[in-house]
């Protein structure tokens, strides 16, 4: 699968947003004179994706801000087991409530997950199948977003690394983690597959999805 084939091409088309006219016959000169201006805007589609993108980027940007922070404060208390048990039970309830802050529908995905509700769906799959096969040519990876059928939902996907070697008191080979943290996934995760990894290894991707009428609104 190429890695080029896996990205939706952008087309442009038009959107028009029309201010509807009263049939109010008196009606100040000023309001007149600014309708043909007001009545009429046109969005094509690669703004609106180029929308996307932005607030994709601050989104992931936010998000991974808060969680490494979380994770910080937890490892600071008692160690990568404290930091795991937050993963555990407190990382699914966080993402929901960003999802709502930011009114967006808002998960991390990847082809070895740790938790089954980060499973990929068919068209996640696909891209992450993509992503992986960049990665390997040691491609560039970059942000991917596309419109979903019929066209009123826009995907937003970002790849997510092991970034550091703490990752991998976690995410690491299984026979270097340590007694405490294989309890632990055991007990939380009986069908983890989220090990073997190194440093700089893609782990997944950031999946988000956008209304396409409200990015209307925001431009």
């Not at 029309?18 to 109010?24: A, I, K, N, R, V």
């Not at 309001?31 to 009545?39: A, D, G, H, V």
């Not at 529908?105 to 089954?116: A, H, I, M, Q």
């Not at 995907?155 to 690394?161: R, S």
Request: aromatic share 10%.
């Amino acid at each position: 699968m190429k890695f080029q084939q896996a990205f939706a091409a952008f087309f442009l088309i038009s959107a028009v947003i029309g201010c509807g006219f009263s049939t109010e016959k008196r009606r100040p000169e000023a309001i007149e004179e600014s309708l043909p201006e007001r009545s009429v805007k046109k969005i094509s589609e690669a703004e609106i994706l180029n929308e996307v993108t932005r607030q994709g980027d601050s989104i992931t940007a936010a998000v991974q801000a808060v969680f490494l922070n979380k994770i910080s404060n937890k490892y600071a208390e008692g160690g990568f087991r404290k930091a795991a048990e937050y993963c555990a039970l407190e990382a699914y309830p966080l993402t929901d409530s960003l999802s709502d802050v930011y009114k967006v529908f808002l998960k991390r995905v990847s082809v070895k997950p740790r938790n089954t509700s980060n499973e990929p769906s068919d068209v996640e799959r696909g891209l992450l199948e993509a992503y992986d096969y960049a990665h390997e040519k040691n491609l560039t990876l970059t942000t991917n977003v596309q419109f979903i059928r019929p066209g009123d939902t826009i995907l937003y996907n970002k790849p997510v690394f092991i970034a550091s070697e703490l990752c991998l008191n976690c995410h690491g080979p299984k026979e270097n983690l340590s007694e405490d943290i294989k309890a632990l996934l055991n007990e939380k995760y009986p069908q983890d597959k989220a090990t073997d990894y190194k440093v700089g290894d893609l782990r997944g991707m950031w999946s988000l999805k956008f209304l396409k009428k409200e990015i209307v609104k925001s431009l």
